[in-house]
């Protein structure tokens, strides 16, 4: 409610207690007066005489809260102005000890369903989709605003911090470990000896006139082939007993490979290599140059997606929004969760800061003037303040009509 509604009910029923006991005084003076014509009078008399008293009485009380009754310095009122700071900081303690604890806060969340009814809103389409629209408008401001060059600064510090300390030896180890033990060594050695194979399969032609050109003049062209054919034969014999799977030449290529992990899982010297060579890989011109493509690449791509009227992005966006808000309404457990989560979260935050909004209460209070801080409690609850003005008006008057009765009966 406004300040101004506030202070027209505040009016309105100002004058309704001031306008009771203006009335009870006319009644008075007429009872008075006409109480010699009419002796039955007295009884009204003595009702409007106690209730003028009630009223003015309680007329008083209500106004020494706020202010000095008839502007006179008496004693113990306008207290609320003048006992500003203490009523801050008592409303404050208050606060902080009553309604921000762990219980109440507790009970209070307890009623709120917040995984559902996030999940009903972004279950309907078109507040999926305006979050991601949202999300998309966002996007070519916040890569406009980020350099280039600092991105490409914080890619390779942030690879670099990560790198840091970190042994690469023993983790190709335990890579080609892993390998072996699945027997992915022995598949790429098979693949290496197809590929020699096709190699040599591809190149006959040219290691028969290679022969040929190495050969002297004098020797005769059939010894050439001949000494072509032996070599090939050789060869090719060579790799098919390399296909073999029991064959000596794997063997050593098992024993060669387990030889090579432990070296790299123990070898400081091939430590000190292989890390040697992934600094000099990150710290070459080629791979920050392809850093700032990667990311100049992204850029482009993120910005004329986001402009784009059909943007995959949004769209795919706006369907994961979606999807999780029907996957959580379905799912019951999950939703329980969250709003478990979220109450407890809630709850250590709030009860955790109640000293620090207790504070700021009493803060603000005393920052007000005595003049404010008396005006807004007038407003808030000077309308239900006029009530007791009326009531003791009317229970005023009851009683002086009581008493004048017994006074009558002695």
């Not at 900081?89 to 209070?108: G, H, K, P, V, Y």
């Not at 699945?182 to 040599?200: C, D, K, P, V, Y």
């Not at 390399?242 to 030449?249: F, G, L, N, P, V």
Request: proline residues 3%.
């Amino acid at each position: 409610m406004q300040e101004s509604e506030q202070l027209i009910q505040l009016r309105r029923m100002r004058r309704l207690a001031t306008g009771l006991l203006v009335l009870m005084a006319v009644v008075f003076v007429a009872a008075r007066l006409l109480q010699p014509k009419w002796s039955y009078l007295s009884f009204v008399s003595a009702f409007a005489e106690a209730a003028m008293v009630g009223a003015l009485a309680d007329w008083f009380a209500v106004t020494a809260l706020f202010r000095a009754p008839l502007g006179l310095p008496i004693p113990h009122t306008a207290i609320i102005p003048r006992n500003k700071e203490r009523i801050g900081e008592s409303l404050a303690n208050f606060l902080e000890n009553n309604f921000i604890t762990q219980e109440i806060i507790r009970d209070e969340l307890r009623t709120i369903d917040f995984a559902g009814a996030a999940a009903q809103w972004l279950a309907r389409s078109e507040n999926s989709a305006a979050v991601a629209r949202q999300i998309m408008k966002g996007v070519p401001a916040l890569l406009r605003v980020v350099e280039d060059e600092d991105i490409q600064h914080f890619i390779q510090g942030r690879i670099s911090s990560a790198l840091e300390g970190v042994k690469f030896a023993p983790i190709c180890a335990e890579v080609l470990t892993i390998m072996a033990a699945r027997n992915h060594h022995q598949e790429l050695f098979s693949q290496l000896i197809e590929m020699a194979a096709g190699t040599l399969d591809h190149n006959k032609s040219y290691i028969r006139w290679r022969i040929h050109e190495a050969s002297p003049r004098w020797l005769p062209k059939t010894i050439d082939d001949k000494l072509y054919q032996r070599l090939l034969d050789a060869l090719e014999s060579t790799l098919a007993e390399m296909r073999d799977e029991d064959s000596e030449w794997r063997l050593r290529f098992e024993h060669a490979t387990n030889a090579f992990i432990e070296k790299l899982r123990t070898s400081p010297e091939y430590e000190a290599k292989i890390d040697s060579l992934v600094r000099e890989v990150l710290a070459h011109p080629m791979f920050r140059d392809y850093v700032m493509h990667v990311w100049l690449e992204i850029k482009e791509r993120l910005v004329a997606d986001a402009a784009s009227k059909d943007s995959r992005m949004r769209a795919r966006l706006e369907q994961a929004f979606r999807n999780v808000g029907a996957d959580l309404l379905r799912d019951a457990k999950v939703q329980s969760k969250i709003n478990q989560g979220i109450r407890l979260l809630a709850t250590e935050v709030i009860v955790e800061r109640r000293k620090m909004i207790a504070d700021l209460v009493a803060r603000v209070i005393r920052k007000w003037d005595a003049e404010t801080v008396s005006r807004k409690l007038e407003l808030h609850v000077g309308k239900d303040l006029q009530y007791i003005r009326i009531n003791g008006t009317l229970v005023g008057g009851l009683v002086g009509l009581g008493l004048h009765v017994i006074s009558l009966a002695l």
